[in-house]
């Protein structure tokens, strides 16, 4: 079973750019995160889809992020413009509807973001 | 107060050795726990959920104290590829939707 796929792996702008992620979840996976992992913290959650509804986005900075899954499949993660403080790995992980309160989510390799 | 509080370590353990880490939660509604296990450079991957009877999976222990909203993990028989930092997960509430709270990790170094 193919995992979680995300791309870039690496990206490099130069602070007040725009940059793009992208994410596709493991087949059949409904509910599709976002998380921000800066360097020696663990990762945080920025935005949380079930389906193409947004479930959770209460720690996404609205001003300058932006998040879609238009057909509840594939996302695609947005920041514009970045700042210094955005340099982090942007993690997407994907999870399925069975074992309930324990069923385990699934991540993907990241995309690591430096800004200069 | 954050929601889940963890000894960043790092830890430096011969091989063999018993090394146990600990963390905390705040939100006494929390229903769901885990010990997830990233590598250096690489995604996070579950390791064991933790019931509240306590779990054993090989070398790994895991115990959940409620009344103390504690969380461990214990690591018999320390191997080289154990080498990784432990993240300690809570489900924030108690739903299969609930957000995960991610500690920020203890590191563990074992040397041969």
């Known amino acids: 079973e193919a995992g979680v796929a995300q791309s870039p792996r690496y990206k490099i702008i130069e602070k007040r750019q725009s940059v793009a992620f992208w994410c596709n979840p493991i087949s059949g996976h409904a509910t599709l995160y976002w998380y921000q992992q800066i360097l020696g913290q663990g990762p945080k959650l920025l935005i949380q889809f079930q389906n193409n509804g947004v479930v959770d986005d209460s720690q996404l900075p609205k001003d300058r992020f932006s998040a879609e899954r238009l057909k509840g499949v594939d996302s695609t993660l947005k920041i514009q413009p970045a700042k210094l403080e955005d340099s982090a790995v942007y993690l997407c992980a994907s999870r399925g509807l069975g074992g309930g309160l324990w069923n385990e989510q699934f991540f993907g390799p990241g995309t690591r973001l430096t800004v200069l | 107060r954050k929601e889940v509080e963890q000894d960043p370590g790092p830890f430096n353990v011969p091989e063999g050795a018993t090394v146990a880490f600990n963390c905390t939660y705040s939100?006494?509604?929390?229903?769901?726990f885990f010990w997830y296990r990233q590598d250096c450079r690489k995604e996070p991957k579950l390791l064991m959920s933790?019931?509240?009877s306590g779990n054993e999976d090989g070398r790994f222990t895991a115990q959940l104290n409620r009344a103390s909203q504690y969380i461990s993990l214990l690591i018999r028989d320390s191997k080289l590829s154990d080498s990784a930092t432990y993240l300690c997960v809570v489900r924030g509430r108690g739903s299969t939707l609930g957000r995960l709270y991610f500690g920020r990790g203890t590191q563990l170094t074992v040397w041969p």
């Open positions: 939100n006494s509604a929390s229903q769901s």
């Open positions: 933790v019931y509240s």
